[in-house]
């Protein structure tokens, strides 16, 4: 009876130990997987915040580009008869009075080549180009280059927040003895880059828009990009 009695009690003993056992592996398991969550929930956290801030970034960048594009729409002057339109004299600007000059006496020797005879035109001196007074009439019929109006505005020395900086009007529309044309050439810097546009333009057309594209004639786009560049 004694040694039942034993028996039992030891048996319960090592059934409360085994239950201490089985307690002391399960409760840092628990533990365990209450860390991963909270590692998880912040990693969740910190992409959520960096997603929010790519999309602040984006929006600003979005905000700075539709305002740059209506800063330069603004300054669009090409129909303006009050615009400065004076090269300036500094010589080291991109255009000024100096290549101004050469260029007049390029489009004078280049035009007796070509049996036309070139007038420099601008604003408060406009040429009438097949009924359109340029560049008074340029709001009404906007210049374009391949299908669409281009943002183009006179500049002084090469500078300009438009797309196409205008430097200066060459037609040889008041030629009656000209061959062929009439020519409207407009000499300009887009986005820095110096381009001779031309247009031969008879008609007007329900877009309002004065239709033009780079020359095809290389002496004269080379002769103009090395006038700009000072060679």
């Not at 915040?49 to 602040?56: D, H, Q, V, Y």
Request: charged share 20%; hydrophobic share 35%; proline share 3%.
């Amino acid at each position: 009876m004694h040694k039942q009695w034993l028996g039992v009690a030891v048996g319960g003993l090592l059934l409360l130990g085994a239950a201490g056992c089985t307690n002391a592996t399960t409760t840092p398991t628990k533990a365990t997987v209450n860390t991963t969550l909270t590692a998880a929930e912040a990693k969740s956290g910190r992409a959520i915040k960096a997603k929010a801030e790519a999309e602040a970034t984006s929006a600003s960048v979005a905000k700075a580009k539709a305002k740059a594009q209506a800063d330069s729409k603004s300054v669009s002057n090409i129909a303006d008869p009050d615009a400065d339109a004076t090269p300036t004299d500094d010589d080291n600007a991109v255009w000024n009075q100096s290549k101004s000059d050469a260029l007049s006496d390029f489009m004078s020797s280049w035009g007796d080549t070509m049996n036309q005879q070139y007038q420099e035109y601008g604003p408060g001196d406009d040429v009438n180009f097949n009924g359109v007074d340029v560049p008074s009439d340029l709001d009404d019929m906007k210049p374009a280059v391949g299908t669409k109006a281009i943002n183009i505005a006179w500049s002084t020395d090469g500078k300009t927040k438009a797309d196409y900086a205008l430097l200066t009007i060459y037609s040889d529309a008041e030629d009656d003895d000209r061959a062929g044309g009439p020519h409207l050439y407009f000499f300009v810097l887009h986005k820095g880059t110096p381009q001779v546009l031309i247009t031969e333009q008879t008609q007007g057309n329900a877009k309002h828009l004065l239709y033009f594209h780079t020359t095809a004639n290389t002496q004269l786009s080379g002769g103009f990009t090395k006038i700009i560049n000072g060679d």
